[in-house]
């Protein structure tokens, strides 16, 4: 069974930094996209950060020069570092991964359980 485990939430003074990690489990034939969402309370699900096998990243507006998301395939591992937080970064993130359990199936999307990030001083 595959899983998707989230750590490094908590609370942070606006400024701080905190690093997410999440670490996919079970059978796996590979991995695309991985990602971190985040929902705030009263809003949206958006996304804050993506990242392709080969690297390739992508930002929401608000996050670009603060957040930086990495990857470790070997690991399968995807990490959020965030600098420079703000009150507004306050919500639940959660990471999410297409897998491929065998060769010949296609990618499924797989979500965490979710981390809280409180930023307030």
């Known amino acids: 069974q595959v899983q998707l485990v989230e750590s490094g939430g908590g609370l942070v003074q606006p400024g701080g930094s905190l690093r997410l990690s999440c670490a996919a489990s079970g059978i796996i034939f590979s991995i695309g996209v991985m990602g971190w969402y985040r929902q705030a309370p009263g809003k949206q699900r958006e996304l804050v950060a993506s990242?392709?096998?080969?690297?390739?990243?992508t930002y929401v507006d608000s996050v670009k020069g603060r957040f930086t998301i990495s990857r470790d395939n070997a690991k399968n591992t995807v990490n959020l570092q965030m600098d420079s937080l703000k009150p507004e970064d306050t919500a639940v993130y959660s990471c999410?991964?297409?897998?491929?359990?065998?060769?010949?199936?296609?990618?499924?999307?797989?979500w965490g359980q979710g981390t809280q990030v409180t930023v307030s001083s």
């Open positions: 999410n991964a297409d897998l491929k359990i065998y060769r010949f199936l296609d990618y499924v999307t797989y």
């Open positions: 990242i392709t096998s080969d690297g390739v990243t």
